[in-house]
């Protein structure tokens, strides 16, 4: 059965700072892996997806994350937070083809201080 | 523009009163899905759809129905509301999986907030 984790309600940098939200996933068979971001009052838009290539993915505003299977981890990072990034971040799993199988983390709240 | 468009995006309801909410996809998707979000438990799946008159089950399908009459919609039917499904829901929709097997994304509406008084 497949599972994902996300280790932090609620992280808070200051602008300027690198940004970590770990996630931990378990999953019978090699997964695909999605962040997708949340902002106060809209829906939920793609940041990144792994879907078995390169093990680093590039997302959208200046986000990445590594796919590492020997720590099935899968954390997202930013090397400098800008206050625009203050959302919910949502890490998501699927190991096969079944609209059924797609899970989602608990969130991690992400603010910034100015 | 690609979109899924739910509506409303605000419901305030009383208990027992039958409501439907809305979803529309403009992409030609095969795969639709309804998720209801709550503080610190995520997005959970209420149901599925693989295509036209072909629905099924997700987590959380209790008190809540579903029909998938034509591709592009797949309204999500309360037929008597309770409290407890005050909560913020979420319709999404994706093509068929890549050429292993996997899903590739999820495109989702911008949700409806729905209270049950």
């Known amino acids: 059965a497949q599972s994902v984790t996300q280790l932090d309600s609620h992280v808070s940098v200051s602008e300027g700072t690198p940004v970590l939200l770990r996630c931990n996933y378990s999953s019978s068979y090699s997964p695909s892996l999605f962040w997708y971001v949340q902002h106060p009052n809209k829906g939920l838009q793609l940041l990144l997806k792994y879907t078995s290539a390169a093990t680093l993915v590039k997302g959208i505003n200046g986000f990445e994350a590594e796919f590492k299977k020997s720590e099935t981890s899968f954390h997202l990072t930013k090397p400098s937070a800008h206050m625009s990034d203050a959302a919910e971040y949502f890490c998501?799993?699927?190991?096969?083809?079944?609209?059924?199988?797609?899970?989602f983390g608990s969130g991690t709240r992400l603010s910034i201080r100015p | 523009e690609a979109q899924v468009t739910q509506n409303p995006r605000y419901l305030i309801t009383v208990t027992g009163k039958k409501l439907t909410v809305t979803c529309s996809q403009n992409m030609n998707h095969e795969y639709m899905s309804w998720y209801r979000q709550d503080p610190g438990l995520g997005l959970r799946q209420i149901y599925y759809?693989?295509?036209?008159?072909?629905?099924d089950k997700g987590d959380v399908p209790e008190g809540y129905k579903v029909s998938r009459k034509e591709k592009r919609n797949f309204p999500l039917i309360l037929e008597s509301p309770s409290p407890n499904q005050t909560s913020l829901y979420f319709c999404?929709?994706?093509?068929?999986?890549?050429?292993?097997?996997?899903?590739?994304?999820?495109?989702f509406g911008q949700g409806t907030r729905l209270t049950v008084v």
């Open positions: 759809s693989m295509n036209v008159e072909v629905t």
């Open positions: 999404a929709s994706s093509p068929r999986p890549n050429r292993g097997g996997r899903w590739t994304e999820a495109f």
């Open positions: 998501v799993v699927s190991d096969d083809s079944s609209a059924s199988k797609i899970i």
